[in-house]
């Protein structure tokens, strides 16, 4: 449901000029403030106009004239864009063709007086009440640029270190919000520029306004975001409430509520049913879908809810001589789609108001003068129970008898506002100006902090290098110190020997997604297929059959595994891994540490089985076999270097005579 009902939640400003000119003397306004009960009234300059948007940020600006705000349609879209971005403009006389604010404000009800501060609260609280529209520079795309925060500079030497550093940040800060406007669902398109060491600028154009992003506009540093709102070609309007037509709404009340409104032609717009909604729920759902001219039930006498909603419209109601037979409501909505049997009857009820006024609907779209706004003549006919030819008259007579006028158009300046604003914008560009020697001055002041910054790493490692000098004398006398500690260390060696001789794992196999394979062949083990020995290929298999302790592995392509793939690998503890090609040094010193046998696939007979495989269990436990001994003969070599090197080492440190 909308946000802008009824009740507001929110601050409207009502703002109307008091006096002055916005093109040409300094304007003061009449500012009304409107929460929806209180009111606050205030004469105010138009910079502390601005101040207090800025520091309030009320849900709408509303004004008869947008004009009064903005010289012209430039300055428009720049106090558009100025705005902040919960912050609407809306003027409530209408769009393109704007009516005299006194009108709307009758039609509506609204108090009005000539008085600024009069029409100010005409204008706060007729946007309060949904009416107007919003005036629009700009679409809901915005583009968010990742950019340097700093220049890259040029020469020095360590120039390319510093470059590479920025686009480094940079390529890390785009990097983020790329994750963050993942995270927020957000559809958006991606753009880089990349340059040495990383990204120069990422240009995000999200499908979102900037009040929804997750990013805000920021500069820390080597990186800066800048966040700009694209803008339409030219002014748009957009109304408050999308639809605001005449409608026959049908209600089913009881522990479902479904609701049906119907247009004055007999089509169904929109249907709804619910168990949890309230009554002030259902009006406000109904606002968002049209002007309730006749508020119906299907049955008679209309209920009592159905008659609470129809005296909040002010709308004429509508029951049948009797209640309508279900044979009757599903042959006349036979047509229509609806979920269940109390939106069937919702749809009836509106259905059976509608025929019940269709001549009379006919009657006045025939009778109604092109320039009279249809809606407010059925309104008044059929809720108001006014005559036609009365209203007619009356909506004739206020036509032509109403001679206020609201300018809505660029007048044209005198020479004396011509003068204003050529010194404005002298000024302007002069404060531009002043703006752009403040930003060369602060670039400049970064340039010698990265200078300084500069000559500190410098420094810096100069130092480190003092350090590294004084720990390689360090460490020698470190050396020196074990070499005497050699005879104590015997003592470890023979432990670490024994260790070693105890350290052997017995694997089995206990795989319950292969279990049919198992029972089905005897003297057959399961195989799982890794095509390559990646980290990729490795989670791909574990989430297409999964990879368990004792598994036998075949690794279609054992080549190229580095640490982490290794152990990856002997984190499952599998019983065996039978490899095509070689394994890397790396990763076989990795699966010997972790005891994980290793075989060549030629040593077992490999039979592919849909997207599983088997192999015959004799010949898997021959290549276990024959692993333990090479592994044995390894580890007893490995020992055996152990030892002749801590012998060498020890006689080396013996103090000669």
Do not use: C
């Amino acid at each position: 449901m909308s946000d802008r009902t009824a009740a507001l939640d929110a601050v409207v400003f009502g703002v109307d000029i008091q006096s002055g000119d916005v093109r040409g003397d300094a304007p003061s306004y009449a500012l009304v403030v409107f929460d929806g009960e209180d009111i606050e009234r205030d004469v105010v300059s138009y910079r502390k106009l601005r101040r207090r948007i800025d520091d309030e940020r009320p849900a709408m600006v509303a004004t008869d004239n947008m004009y009064e705000l903005a010289e012209d349609k430039d300055a428009l879209v720049h106090f558009l864009g100025s705005l902040p971005p919960e912050t609407s403009l809306v003027q409530v006389t209408g769009g393109t063709e704007p009516e005299p604010l006194s009108r709307v404000a009758s039609r509506h009800g609204v108090p009005y007086g000539k008085q600024p501060m009069k029409e100010a609260e005409a204008a706060a609280r007729l946007a309060a009440a949904n009416v107007g529209q919003e005036v629009s520079a700009f679409t809901d795309t915005t583009e968010i640029k990742v950019a340097r925060g700093r220049s890259t500079g040029s020469g020095g030497w360590s120039e390319d270190r510093y470059t590479r550093r920025i686009h480094g940040s940079v390529k890390r800060r785009a990097r983020e919000v790329e994750s963050e406007l993942d995270d927020a669902g957000l559809e958006y398109e991606r753009d880089v520029t990349e340059k040495y060491g990383g990204f120069s600028n990422a240009i995000f154009t999200v499908d979102a306004r900037p009040q929804d992003l997750p990013v805000s506009t920021e500069r820390s540093g080597d990186v800066r975001i800048e966040i700009e709102r694209k803008r339409r070609d030219g002014i748009e309007f957009e109304p408050l409430v999308k639809r605001r037509d005449r409608v026959i709404v049908g209600i089913d009340p009881g522990t479902t509520t479904a609701v049906a409104v119907v247009s004055t032609d007999g089509s169904v717009l929109d249907v709804i049913s619910t168990r949890t909604a309230d009554t002030a729920a259902v009006i406000e759902w109904i606002i968002e879908r049209g002007r309730p001219v006749i508020v119906a039930a299907d049955v008679t006498p209309m209920p009592e809810t159905v008659e609470k909603i129809r005296r909040s419209f002010d709308a004429a109601g509508w029951v049948p001589d009797r209640d309508l037979p279900v044979d009757v409501k599903q042959h006349r909505t036979r047509e229509e789609g609806y979920d269940n049997d109390h939106e069937r009857d919702a749809i009836a009820a509106a259905f059976g108001a509608y025929d019940a006024h269709k001549a009379q609907f006919e009657r006045i779209a025939r009778e109604t003068p092109p320039r009279l706004d249809l809606g407010t003549v059925i309104e008044r006919v059929v809720a108001g129970e006014e005559p036609l030819s009365e209203v007619l008259a009356d909506l004739q007579t206020d036509d032509s008898e109403d001679s206020e006028e609201t300018e809505h158009v660029e007048r044209e300046l005198t020479a004396e506002e011509r003068r204003i604003n050529r010194l404005e914008t002298q000024v302007e560009r002069l404060q531009d100006h002043v703006d752009t020697l403040e930003e060369t001055i602060k670039q400049k002041d970064d340039r010698i902090d990265e200078y300084e910054r500069k000559l500190e790493e410098a420094r810096s490692e100069q130092r480190r290098e003092a350090r590294e000098s004084r720990e390689v004398t360090r460490l020698e006398r470190r050396n020196s110190q074990l070499q005497r500690e050699l005879d104590e260390e015997r003592e470890r060696v023979a432990e670490l020997e024994d260790k070693l001789e105890r350290l052997k794992a017995l694997w089995k196999l206990d795989h319950s997604n292969f279990a049919d394979v198992a029972e089905k062949k005897s003297g057959l083990v399961p195989v799982k297929v890794i095509e390559q020995f990646t980290r990729d290929a490795i989670e791909t298999a574990d989430e297409q059959f999964g990879l368990a302790e004792d598994d036998v592995i075949f690794l279609r392509d054992a080549s190229g595994a580095g640490r982490s793939t290794a152990e990856l690998l002997a984190d499952v503890e599998p019983k065996v891994v039978l490899r095509n090609g070689q394994l890397s040094d790396m990763a076989d010193q990795i699966l010997f540490e972790r005891e994980i046998p290793v075989a060549p696939a030629d040593l077992v007979t490999i039979q592919e089985v849909d997207e599983l495989a088997v192999a015959r269990e004799s010949e898997v436990e021959d290549a276990i076999a024959d692993w333990e001994d090479r592994a044995e003969e390894r580890e007893r070599q490995q020992s055996a270097e152990m030892v002749d090197r801590l012998i060498s080492e020890h006689r080396a440190d013996r103090p000669e005579g």
